[in-house]
């Protein structure tokens, strides 16, 4: 155990994921337990946990049932593990599983825990359907009634519309806009053309489609209900398929579409982070470090263009504290949400006066595009919206691994104008 106030080095020292699918496809008869305990359960399998107390489990789904309330700890209770591992619950929209991941490594540098898993998972196969707020309270109510006419009272105040069932809705609460909708206010803002967001997202598919070929995935991936690659990549992709397909939002001047945004998906994956002792006291290799990481809002309500470009502010504010320039990494993981959404950040990012207007000290400067999301990333594989976090986390401690040395940032939006970034190095 390291002494009282000692910041230890987090290693990430494991990753697993089921694969990617759409939803209603592979998965539409499965849900978020049986998705989640399938990826810790292969977790579990590749790294030899079975039986042993790790300090803590942590995660969430964006969309759960009521009976999802305590849904990490219920998994880990399916699992191998010893059940006196603890688990809790976290939640930040597409976030969750990198601020998962945040959580327990700070948990592991302050020495609370020696080891932990974050990870995430969503299904939108099975969305959880609602009452409407009237029958809801009818039917509180009637618990209540004393008597069966009582109860027949409260129910004949019931109309026909009262009787139709409520699903989640995909958009913002505050606007009342898509993240699909808000993410075509800033394509027009920052004109984005509709061929340079086709291009990202064929080169999505592109590199992830050659990952497979070159075999990257194969010990990343539990095979899970008959499905054992991501159901989504398209390997026949070209730029004249992507051109054809209709504008999926602004239906008359949109240039997002479902080719270059990610699609409603289902899927699990999670990550494995420890002291360097308890790696080395299992002999488990050291992928490699979890050293900087930042959360950042923005106001989106008013300036609509805005909702996913919250990891602007938090790149600024992390490579400030890391002492580091934009250009100081091997490699780059922007979490394709919508290809608009990346190429926006990127042409913020260039230029000093869009980075001035949008309320950046400075602008950060030029990437080296070759450098991002070399093995394809959510518009290829999609997002399941808490387990995307812990996909890329474990593609980025892969790379470095295999390289040997070196630095990735990793920068994810989320819904509510949220984002973090996050540098791993080796």
């Avoid at 930040?92 to 599983?97: E, F, K, V």
């Avoid at 327990?104 to 302050?110: D, E, F, H, R, V």
Wanted: with cysteine.
């Amino acid at each position: 155990m390291s002494t009282p106030n000692a910041i230890r080095k987090v290693a990430i020292v494991g990753y697993n994921r089921i694969p990617f699918a759409r939803a209603n496809t592979a998965y539409a008869e499965v849900g978020n337990q049986e998705m989640m305990t399938a990826a810790l359960n292969g977790l579990i399998d590749k790294y030899d946990l079975k039986g042993q107390l790790l300090g803590e489990v942590a995660g969430g789904a964006v969309i759960k049932h009521t009976y999802d309330n305590n849904l990490i700890r219920e998994c880990v209770m399916k699992t191998t593990l010893d059940p006196a591992t603890p688990a809790c619950d976290l939640q930040q929209a597409c976030d969750t599983g990198i601020e998962s991941a945040i959580y327990i490594a700070n948990k592991i540098a302050l020495g609370q825990i020696e080891s932990g898993i974050a990870g995430g998972v969503d299904s939108i196969s099975d969305m959880p359907i609602a009452v409407s707020e009237k029958l809801r309270k009818i039917l509180l109510n009637a618990r209540k009634a004393k008597s069966l006419g009582e109860k027949i009272k409260l129910f004949l105040k019931l109309r026909p519309k009262d009787l139709t069932p409520l699903v989640p809705r995909n958009e913002e609460s505050q606007t009342g806009l898509s993240m699909g909708g808000h993410t075509e206010i800033t394509a027009k803002h920052y004109k984005i053309s509709r061929e340079d967001q086709d291009n990202l997202a064929l080169k999505s598919h592109l590199n992830m489609a050659k990952a497979y070929d070159e075999g990257f995935f194969d010990d990343m991936i539990t095979p899970f209900n008959g499905l054992e690659k991501d159901n989504n990549l398209r390997k026949d992709g070209t730029i004249e398929k992507l051109a054809k397909l209709n504008p999926a939002f602004d239906k008359v001047n949109g240039t997002l579409t479902a080719g270059n945004s990610t699609p409603l998906t289902d899927g699990a994956s999670c990550i494995l982070l420890a002291s360097e002792e308890w790696a080395k006291e299992r002999g488990l290799p050291v992928l490699a470090y979890i050293t900087f990481a930042e959360v950042a809002a923005i106001e989106y309500v008013k300036n609509q263009q805005n909702l996913l470009l919250a990891p602007l502010f938090a790149a600024s504010k992390m490579l400030e504290k890391a002492g580091l320039t934009l250009q100081d990494f091997d490699y780059y993981e922007i979490h394709e949400a919508f290809a608009a959404q990346v190429l926006a950040t990127l042409k913020i990012w260039e230029s000093p006066e869009l980075s001035t207007a949008i309320g950046l000290k400075k602008a950060l400067g030029t990437i080296d595009r070759e450098k991002l999301n070399v093995k394809g990333s959510s518009l290829a594989a999609a997002h399941p919206f808490a387990a995307t976090g812990g996909r890329i986390i474990g593609v980025m401690a892969k790379l470095l691994n295999e390289k040997g040395s070196g630095r990735g940032f990793i920068s994810i939006c989320a819904a509510g104008g949220q984002g973090i970034t996050m540098i791993i190095e080796k």
